[in-house]
């Protein structure tokens, strides 16, 4: 079983409108730690939010929110007001202690037409 | 500025032959890391390291090796390269001293192997 899944392979929508991306992981650990990252075109990846598994608050930073439910072990991503910029491969991912390791998932291609 | 650079951006090379990937970060961060992304597979961990001197396998570790004499530096070596490792390889580091904080990607490394 796969420990982070990125169920949306693609989404695509129109300027303006709010989206957001789902993101489920699996663990067995009591800490661990759940990430954002943003892939643009041009290839790189650029960190958004890192949360550890003790905070449950909710995240806003301008147009992102980020809704961590711990009861069904999932890390939503919420862009409003979508913009073209916004177009990327999103990806969740889980550092779990036991593993010591990032996992990451297959990712959400995002395209925001004008 | 503190940077993570990683050459060469791009690499052509033939079936059997070693390649050497290198990755320089001047963060002064203990950790770094190697992944691959491909197509339907996220990122994936090969090597990685938490200090001079440390080395760990990670999930696709074949193929490759990795040593790490100083601080700054973590190159990776396709000791007999394959069409399967024709890839995007991703160098990250983080601070602390285990692996739970915060990775930040280099620009990447398009290798493709004929």
């Known amino acids: 079983a796969q420990k982070v899944t990125q169920a949306q392979t693609e989404i695509s929508v129109v300027e303006k409108e709010d989206v957001t991306l789902d993101c489920v992981y699996e663990?067995?650990?009591?800490?661990?730690?759940l990430f954002w990252y943003k892939q643009p075109p041009s290839g790189e990846l650029v960190f958004l939010i890192r949360?550890?598994?003790?905070?449950?608050q909710n995240e806003i930073s301008g147009r992102y929110s980020w809704n961590f439910q711990k009861s069904t072990s999932s890390f939503n991503f919420t862009i409003t007001a979508s913009q073209v910029v916004d177009s990327a491969v999103y990806f969740c991912?889980?550092?779990?202690?036991?593993?010591?390791?990032?996992?990451f998932g297959e990712g959400t291609q995002l395209t925001v037409n004008p | 500025d503190a940077e993570i650079t990683q050459s060469p951006r791009h690499k052509i090379t033939e079936t059997g032959r070693q390649v050497t990937l290198a990755c320089h970060q001047t963060?002064?961060?203990?950790?770094m890391f190697w992944y691959r992304q491909d197509l339907g597979h996220g990122l994936r961990l090969i090597h990685y390291s938490y200090g001079v001197q440390d080395t760990n396998k990670g999930e696709v570790s074949d193929g490759y090796s990795v040593s790490r004499s100083n601080t700054e530096d973590l190159p990776l070596t396709l000791e007999s390269a394959a069409s399967s490792q024709t890839s995007v390889y991703f160098c990250a580091t983080s601070k602390g001293l285990a692996g739970q904080e915060t990775q930040y990607f280099g620009p990447g490394t398009r290798l493709l192997v004929l």
């Open positions: 991912a889980l550092w779990e202690t036991s593993g010591s390791r990032l996992t």
């Open positions: 963060w002064n961060h203990n950790n």
């Open positions: 663990t067995r650990d009591t800490t661990y730690y």
């Open positions: 949360r550890n598994s003790f905070d449950e």
